[in-house]
């Protein structure tokens, strides 16, 4: 089944060249997928307009078929609860004033989802091995590998359909770049994670289908083992040689 569709995608900031041209992309259920480029490739874009955050400047994109439409409070309701997100940066995406308690709950308040609060949170904090008693703690209290577990928490405390997670590790040391690693794919057993990453080794580890990105342009996407096995495209090449470490796909 199709999530997001995105149908002959260009985006411009203001008058400016275009960040992204052409993009086409399909998101459906179960399938993980890796949106995979370097700085300034419009990888982070793809995702503000997965996220609704911003409309493109031509082409179409599409929820369950349907439009999205920002400016439609009912609707984006309804997405909001099914595609939540993860920041790159553990340190700046959560309230430093808000107890963790009130962080996780956000999605459910803003949302209007009527549960036991103290519940769910639990739940969603257990689900990221962290310990009720966290609920209570504030965010300094914890380290940059925590913080990503409570930020991946927050994400899936309304139980969507749909992660996108933008960098999730890249501001983290190796090992707990691992631990995050293995948290997510145990989440991905329940939802379907959307990946946007420069480390094509990360992303390669979690996702069955890869898209490449470059300069605004898709010069590469199947599936990852086909990819990481027989890259066709220079570009993709380079972003293999330079990766120290790939899982085995033998």
Same mark, same amino acid.
């Given at each position: 089944?199709?999530?997001?569709? /995105?149908?002959?995608?260009?985006?411009?900031?203001?008058?400016?060249?275009?960040?992204?041209?052409?993009?086409?992309?399909?998101?459906?259920?179960? *399938?993980?997928?890796?949106?995979? +480029?370097?700085?300034?490739?419009?990888?982070?874009?793809?995702?503000?307009?997965?996220?609704?955050?911003?409309?493109?400047?031509?082409?179409? $994109?599409?929820?369950?078929?349907?439009?999205?439409?920002?400016?439609?409070?009912?609707?984006?309701?309804?997405?909001?609860?099914?595609? @939540?997100?993860?920041?790159?940066?553990?340190?700046?995406?959560?309230?430093?004033? #808000?107890? $963790?308690?009130?962080?996780?709950?956000?999605?459910?308040?803003?949302? =209007?989802?009527?549960?036991?609060?103290?519940?769910?949170?639990?739940?969603?904090?257990?689900?990221?091995?962290?310990?009720?008693?966290?609920?209570?703690?504030?965010? *300094?209290?914890?380290?940059?590998? #925590?913080? #990503?577990?409570?930020?991946?928490?927050?994400?899936?405390?309304? @139980?969507? !359909?749909?992660?996108?997670?933008?960098?999730?590790?890249?501001?983290?040391?190796?090992?707990?770049? $691992?631990?995050?690693?293995?948290?997510?794919?145990?989440?991905?057993?329940?939802?379907? /994670?959307?990946?946007?990453? *420069?480390?094509?080794?990360?992303?390669?580890?979690?996702? #069955?289908?890869?898209?490449?990105?470059?300069?605004?342009?898709?010069?590469? @996407? +199947?599936?990852?083992?086909?990819?990481?096995?027989?890259? =066709? *495209?220079?570009?993709?090449?380079?972003?293999? !040689?330079?990766?120290?470490? /790939?899982?085995?796909?033998?």
């Amino acid at each position: 089944m199709s999530l997001i569709d /995105l149908t002959a995608v260009s985006f411009a900031y203001g008058r400016g060249r275009p960040v992204l041209d052409g993009i086409d992309l399909r998101i459906e259920a179960g *399938h993980n997928l890796g949106i995979v +480029g370097e700085s300034g490739s419009g990888k982070t874009t793809i995702l503000r307009l997965l996220l609704g955050l911003v409309r493109p400047s031509s082409g179409d $994109i599409s929820f369950r078929g349907a439009p999205i439409d920002p400016g439609d409070r009912s609707f984006m309701r309804v997405f909001r609860r099914a595609v @939540q997100a993860v920041f790159q940066d553990p340190y700046s995406s959560l309230d430093p004033r #808000q107890k $963790i308690v009130d962080i996780v709950a956000e999605p459910l308040r803003s949302l =209007k989802i009527a549960t036991d609060v103290d519940a769910a949170v639990a739940e969603a904090l257990s689900a990221v091995d962290l310990p009720r008693e966290a609920a209570g703690r504030y965010p *300094h209290e914890f380290s940059g590998g #925590q913080r #990503q577990r409570i930020a991946i928490a927050r994400a899936i405390v309304s @139980q969507p !359909e749909l992660v996108l997670a933008d960098e999730v590790v890249s501001a983290l040391d190796l090992t707990t770049r $691992i631990r995050i690693v293995e948290l997510l794919n145990v989440l991905s057993a329940n939802t379907t /994670l959307v990946l946007v990453s *420069h480390d094509i080794g990360f992303v390669a580890l979690l996702c #069955q289908d890869l898209v490449i990105l470059e300069k605004g342009h898709i010069v590469e @996407q +199947g599936p990852a083992r086909d990819i990481l096995s027989a890259p =066709k *495209h220079p570009y993709t090449q380079r972003l293999l !040689e330079s990766t120290p470490r /790939l899982p085995d796909f033998a």
